[in-house]
């Protein structure tokens, strides 16, 4: 019944605030797997846990998952609709998908661009081909038992002071945050605009490792704009404050399972 209530808010609302969290980078089935667990424990143990993102998706890739399906439903809920997108979920599938130009954000990061690995302040660039094929290559050897960390020279150094280049995202040792600043003051611009309009607030599997980037915030704006109202969908961090209550609705399901099923 509550996803007859999500299905009929898109369609009524004025504006839709949509985040994406962990959930879609921890699917059980890729976790679960001894290949992407000993995976894990190598990149670990090698100070690479840069390179997570790009091993998930790559284990994902093997799997099949229909993740990318599931997201590409979302997308087309939302056509037509003014709508912005945060993710704290590095999973390519959701950079891949169709969303409005220039609607979402992922200010952990991802497997799209490289930074300096000192982040000395050279902004991030773009994968070029020959990287992400590097890349690929690289997890396609570690997901049958061999590392070549060397491999790795090959994204190059940094112009600027000459470290190596590695992939920007959260887990890098020093974060250049540089790499999403543009998408993220368009959505402080986007969320200005909410202000007393009828927003209707999405959280899809956002957990508590990032809570400062989405929960929090979602809240506060659910909290203060009469207007809105907010669904959590999450299989254990479902729990609405008290509040909140009246406004906020919690839905105790994993949220690639719910937008299956929406
Ligand atoms: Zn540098």
Redesign the pocket.
Known sequence: MILDDIRGKIASAEMILVGLGEEFDHLANVRKTDEYEKGSEILQQAEMKWLLPVWYDYCESILKTDTAKVLAKLAGMLTGKNYFVVSVAMNDAIAQTPWAKGRLVMPCGSSRKLQ???????DPVALQKKDKKLLFDTMEQLFHGSFEPDNLKGLG???????PMILNNIYAKKYNENGYLEQWNLYTKWLQGTLNRRVLILEFGVGMQFPSVIRFPFEKIAYFNQKAEMYRIHEKLYQIAEELKGKAFGLSQNAIDCLRNL
């Open positions: 300096c690995a000192d982040g000395c302040g050279a150094i940094c112009e600027h002071c000459h470290a």
